[in-house]
């Protein structure tokens, strides 16, 4: 089984404790954090609960999917606030990406940007990176060869 050693943005492991492990294959994800915790309950799950728990799973194989578009991003977390993923397209202007997996009207896009904009400012990384921008990919990436972004 595959590990992979993960550190927020902009961060390496002589500079933080802040480490997360994942497993690399989605189908041994899936085994490890949907089916094999519930499989004795499965049964008895409504059909909402095993939607969700699917929805979660999907969901984290997407994100890694268009994160991958961009070899240098990487997800960035500190207490409370998460972001996607984090990219530096030129020196010392980043580009914040939400990701959703499912296709998003025009109005929720524009919510999913402006909540991003309002985490990124809690976030000790804007403070390092006064200039950044902002995307918000959804489902409608897989019909498209370019991600489709709330706003740059």
Not at 89 to 101: A, S
Not at 112 to 120: I, T
């Amino acid at each position: 089984m595959n590990l992979e050693r993960e550190f927020p943005f902009a961060e390496s492991a002589r500079s933080t404790r802040k480490t997360l492990y994942r497993i690399q294959d989605p189908t041994l994800r899936f085994w490890f954090r949907v089916f094999s915790p519930h499989r004795t309950r499965w049964h008895r799950y409504e059909a909402a609960e095993k939607a969700r728990l699917l929805h979660e799973h999907a969901a984290t194989v997407f994100e890694d999917s268009c994160r991958r578009r961009h070899p240098e991003a990487a997800r960035y977390w500190e207490g409370r606030l998460e972001f996607d993923f984090v990219r530096q397209e030129k020196p010392g202007r980043l580009i914040v990406t939400e990701v959703k997996w499912r296709r998003l009207s025009a109005a929720e896009k524009a919510q999913v940007d402006e909540r991003l904009k309002e985490n990124w400012q809690k976030s000790v990384l804007s403070r390092k990176y006064p200039t950044a921008e902002f995307e918000v990919l959804d489902a409608t990436v897989l019909a498209t060869d370019r991600p489709q972004t709330a706003s740059r």
